[in-house]
């Protein structure tokens, strides 16, 4: 009896898988732990510097974080140029933290370094401007680089995989730049326009642009003053005067085809007494404007000159428009 017995529980256990509960077992499936990464500040200047070979002073930064942690820094270093005393050389670094090591090492940096004219004090004195999204960001920043408020603007962009590329780089006459939704906005003087840049869904990199000829198109608050140009010689509407409210902006628009296109390839120069009011409007360079959109934040008369052919410009030439401002 006690040997069928036994051999009547080996047979049942192996029926059973070797278990001897009645109901199945059910596993559970391993939760996947994600790493979480502490939030990293800037270091102090002397060690940003030896992040990047100490190539100068630190006089600019901008950290980019990703909400999984990757932590970016972008840095804008200056030294003095030696064979040209009057001169500064700039460079832009981007850095990146190591949380193995706790260190930041440098990720990118400009193909070469800039030269400005300006000192020290005045390269960096404009913004550094970024966008980010949960696996790229955008970085973008004018550094003014020679007369007539010209700026190279730089438009990075950074993966948070660390691989970054340069997306923009060209030269723009006053420059100036803002963030509205998710969107770089950077506009200037001809030819440059007006870009609007952004990442769409697949990070790629999009720059939707807007001519000179085409701006103020979108916006009913814009006054539009009207010209043309026929034989080098730029010919206003109306006799060239145009009243306005503080507060009020104009944008120089061609009324055809011809004179567009003339504008766009930054062949109209613009310029405009509205920092020396005292002093009648020439073709000099301290009153070079070149942006074909201007605001009055003040009373007063300005004057503007267009000027499509030099050859054609009498030494003392009458202003092309001159707008009077009032409250």
């Given amino acids: 009896m006690k040997r069928i017995f036994f051999l009547s529980l080996i047979g049942f256990l192996l029926l059973t898988g070797g278990c001897a509960t ?5 596993l559970a499936t391993p939760t996947k732990q994600v790493e979480s990464v502490k939030p990293v500040g800037l270091p102090d200047s002397k060690t940003l510097e030896n992040a990047t070979g100490q190539f100068g002073t630190v006089v600019k930064t901008l950290l980019v974080q990703f909400k999984s ?7 804008g270093e200056v030294a003095p140029d030696i064979q040209e005393g009057d001169q500064t050389n700039v460079q832009v670094f981007i850095v990146q933290y190591n949380a193995k ?15 400005s004219i300006h000192g020290v004090d005045k390269v960096f004195s404009q913004d550094f401007y970024k966008v980010v999204n949960d696996q790229s960001a955008l970085v973008a920043f004018g550094i003014p680089v020679g ?20 997306q923009k780089d060209t030269e723009v006459p006053n420059l100036k730049i803002e963030i509205k939704d998710q969107t770089i906005i950077a506009s200037g003087g001809t030819p440059f326009g ?4 952004s990442l769409n869904s697949g990070q790629v990199f999009m720059d939707v642009v807007t001519t000179p000829s085409q701006l103020g198109n979108d916006q009913s ?9 026929k034989d080098g010689e730029v010919i ?33 120069s613009i310029y405009t007494n509205a920092q020396y009011k005292d002093e009648h409007v020439g073709p000099y360079g301290t009153f070079y404007t070149s942006s074909s959109k201007q605001t009055f934040k003040e009373t007063g008369k300005v004057e503007y000159l267009m000027i499509a052919d030099f050859s054609k410009t009498p030494n003392n030439p009458s202003p092309t428009f001159i707008i009077e401002v009032t409250q």
């Fill in 236 to 268: 206003p509407d109306n006799g060239g005067s145009v009243k306005l409210k503080v507060g009020s902006s104009i944008v120089f628009t061609p009324k055809d085809q011809a004179t567009a296109q003339l504008i766009d390839a930054g062949k109209i």
């Fill in 22 to 26: 009645s109901s199945p077992q059910t």
């Fill in 69 to 75: 942690g990757e932590t970016f820094a972008v840095l």
């Fill in 101 to 115: 090591s706790d260190s930041w090492q440098t990720a990118w940096k400009l193909p070469a370094p800039l030269q």
């Fill in 221 to 229: 608050d814009v006054v539009k003053v009207y010209f043309t140009v």
């Fill in 194 to 197: 007006a870009h609007q840049m």
């Fill in 147 to 166: 007369v007539s408020s010209v700026s190279a603007l730089k438009v990075i962009q950074i993966n948070r995989d660390g691989d970054i590329s340069l």
